[in-house]
């Protein structure tokens, strides 16, 4: 296991023990969230569930290893029912590196809306080890960067883009989020199941490690979505134009903050000069530092610059309204990542000030193959973000350690 960081820990924040979890998930906040998956159509959702509920009975089913994680910040490898191919369009694959998402210490910890436990990891570069009989574009042992949402490449979803809203299967979709997700799996085990191998698989481009490119299945991603389609039109008017992403504001906050100091990175490559990172942390700041960018501490906002681009990774109402009023006239503000049933925003400023307001998820699938060619021309690093890279023997104790330090992207290799 190799650490390349040494920074104090400053950011503990205590798993919620198994009552505490159980509780919580009845809050509105996360009743709100949990109702979230149901949104379009009850019926598929069902469907896929009692699919997998029959498969885990099949008899004769081979077990594998998976990472599961339990209340109260249990983690352990666990055998678990091995996936079948899914299908004649789909792909087996078998993880060779595996990335933290700034989701996953807050689900570790118990301190999210998705109930555990549940097997772990969305986040992969993975070996291709067996292909449906109407596969054309992969091959049994290519190495592939594997989109955390499920998606099918032909829906009108899909073809317009938004791989993260995919038709063909139930809301929210996705591996490593357990029974929210829809029970595809986690990234954390011998093999995963890939329903869609030609729509949903891209190719590792040559001369990109397998670690480097681990986060590109989410938080690199949705870091580029973040700052990439708006920076274009904005550096051509003014090439000095700000760019604010602001990360957690306070430090004691259960989510890790890579999408940040990715979203930071991606602008600089596409030719933003003045960036700033916000974040309750000093071992984040001192990361963005690192990366040539400057940081600065949430608790002096108004030393925070105003920009025409800003990205609010805060993760609560609060932080979303500070961010919005950091928001220049007719400038464009990202709200990453929320689940809060509700927030109260300053309408009438935004409208005065011609804010648009974007409120989402990634689409991840479709912008991957644009972040794996930044990579693979050298102009974007994100390795130089990861703090910790361990074998997946070590992995349970890798992610103690991601939960109580001051990690920022932990990376497991297989
Ligand atoms: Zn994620
Ligand atoms: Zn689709």
């Not at 029912?81 to 990335?99: D, H, K, M, S, T």
């Not at 070996?127 to 109407?134: F, L, N």
């Amino acid at each position: 296991m190799t650490a390349n960081t040494a920074e104090s820990t400053e950011s503990t924040v205590r798993a919620r023990p198994g009552f505490l979890h159980y509780a919580a998930l009845l809050t509105p906040n996360a009743l709100s969230a949990a109702r979230l998956p149901l949104d379009r159509d009850v019926r598929p959702r069902v469907d896929r569930i009692t699919e997998v509920a029959r498969g885990v009975r099949r008899a004769g089913r081979r077990r594998m290893r998976g990472l599961v994680a339990a209340p109260g910040g249990r983690l352990r490898w666990r055998s678990v029912p091995e996936p079948g191919l899914p299908g004649p369009e789909g792909a087996l694959v078998r993880p060779i590196a595996v990335a933290t998402c700034d989701l996953d210490r807050a689900m570790m910890l118990g301190r999210t809306p998705f109930p555990l436990p549940l097997h772990l990891g969305h986040e992969c570069v993975a070996e291709v080890t067996d292909i449906g009989d109407a596969v054309t574009s992969i091959h049994v042992g290519d190495r592939v960067v594997v989109p955390f949402q499920i998606s099918c490449g032909r829906c009108q979803a899909c073809r317009a883009g938004f791989t993260g809203s995919c038709r063909s299967v139930p809301p929210a979709a996705m591996y490593g989020f357990g029974i929210t997700g829809g029970l595809w799996g986690g990234a954390l085990a011998d093999l995963l199941a890939v329903p869609y191998a030609d729509a949903m698989l891209v190719p590792l481009p040559g001369g990109v490690e397998p670690a480097a490119a681990a986060g590109v299945g989410d938080n690199i991603c949705d870091a580029y979505r973040q700052v990439a389609p708006h920076l274009p039109g904005l550096l051509a008017t003014d090439p000095d134009a700000e760019v604010l992403i602001v990360g957690r504001i306070d430090s004691h906050n259960p989510l890790t903050s890579s999408t940040p100091l990715y979203a930071a990175q991606i602008a600089r490559a596409l030719g933003a000069r003045n960036i700033s990172v916000v974040d309750g942390r000093a071992a984040v700041r001192a990361r963005a530092e690192s990366l040539g960018v400057r940081a600065l501490d949430p608790r002096r906002h108004r030393s925070w610059p105003t920009a025409p681009l800003t990205v609010d990774s805060t993760g609560t109402p609060r932080g979303l309204r500070r961010v919005l009023a950091h928001t220049a006239p007719d400038g464009i503000c990202t709200c990453v990542w929320s689940l809060h049933r509700r927030a109260s925003i300053p309408l009438a400023a935004g409208y005065v000030r011609n804010v648009t307001l974007h409120v989402g998820r990634s689409h991840v699938r479709a912008v991957m193959p644009d972040v794996l060619d930044l990579m693979a021309t050298g102009r974007l690093r994100p390795e130089l973000v990861t703090t910790l890279v361990a074998g997946f023997d070590d992995a349970p104790e890798a992610l103690r350690e991601h939960c109580h330090g001051d990690a920022i992207k932990t990376i497991l290799t297989a």
